[in-house]
T-cell receptor, first 111, second 122 residues
Framework: GQQVMQIPQYQHVQEGEDFTTYCNSS?????IQWYKQRPGGHPVFLIQ?????EVKKQKRLTFQFGEAKKNSSLHITATQTTDVGTYFC???????????FGQGTELSVKP | GAVVSQHPSWVICKSGTSVKIECRSL??????MFWYRQFPKQSLMLMAT?????????EQGVEKDKFLINHASLTLSTLTVTSAHPEDSSFYIC??????????????????FGPGTRLTVL
């Protein structure tokens, strides 16, 4: 069935280190979205990727969508304590389809 | 971004009672609202998709008679957990989306999430 796998489940880094989370689907996605959920909070939309091979940047965050539109990654350069939270990818398989969330990657940053 | 409110933010109830949760889009008309539940340290699991003026579409394994969804207007959707039991205790989150068009096909834009409702059933 339609499933989005996300790894790692947890990542502990020292402040200043880089962080990457990966999402993978066995079938082609229409597009993929990324969300961040702070502890005790609700998911907040970060970005949507639509095109094959697309790369988007938001300050220290870099989002990539694979050429085959089956995988995606979020990379944070030089993490800060404000980056703490759980990062979810969410894939859409067809136009008008629902979001399928990955399991999320919980990021903790040690100052 | 758009604002979605949810009420109540938390509720504690006795087993067997019903609980209603409201989800409102405050500054835009949401053609579609989604209801999710999230257990601690887990991902969001979609329960149902709610379109204004029509019946909700429930995900497999979600009992529609237990989780009643009403989407009476473009700014309000409600989820009623009927005859709640302790296993229904969870974090319930709604989201709202407007639908754009990619060619002739509808495509969901970003989803705006409400702050969630923490339900505890004793």
């Amino acid at each position: 069935g339609q499933q989005v796998m996300q790894i790692p489940q947890y990542q502990h880094v020292q402040e200043g280190e880089d962080f990457t989370t990966y999402c993978n689907s066995s079938t082609t996605l229409s597009n993929i979205q990324w969300y961040k959920q702070r502890p005790g909070g609700h998911p907040v939309f970060l970005i949507q990727l639509v095109k094959s091979g697309e790369v988007k940047k938001q300050k220290r965050l870099t989002f990539q969508f694979g050429e085959a539109k089956k995988n995606s990654s979020l990379h944070i350069t030089a993490t800060q304590t404000t980056d703490v939270g759980t990062y979810f990818c969410a894939g859409i398989y067809n136009q008008g389809g629902k979001l399928i969330f990955g399991q999320g990657t919980e990021l903790s940053v040690k100052p | 971004g758009a604002v979605v409110s949810q009420h109540p933010s938390w509720v504690i109830c006795k087993s067997g009672t019903s609980v209603k949760i409201e989800c409102r889009s405050l500054d835009f008309q949401a053609t579609t609202m989604f209801w999710y539940r999230q257990f601690p340290k887990q991902s969001l699991m979609l329960m149902a998709t709610s379109n204004e003026g029509s019946k909700a579409t429930y995900e497999q394994g979600v009992e529609k008679d237990k989780f009643l969804i009403n989407h009476a207007s473009l700014t309000l959707s409600t989820l009623t957990v009927t005859s709640a039991h302790p296993e229904d205790s969870s974090f319930y989150i709604c989201s709202a989306s407007s639908v754009g068009l990619a060619g002739v096909m509808p495509t969901y834009n970003e989803q705006f999430f409400g702050p969630g409702t923490r339900l505890t059933v004793l």
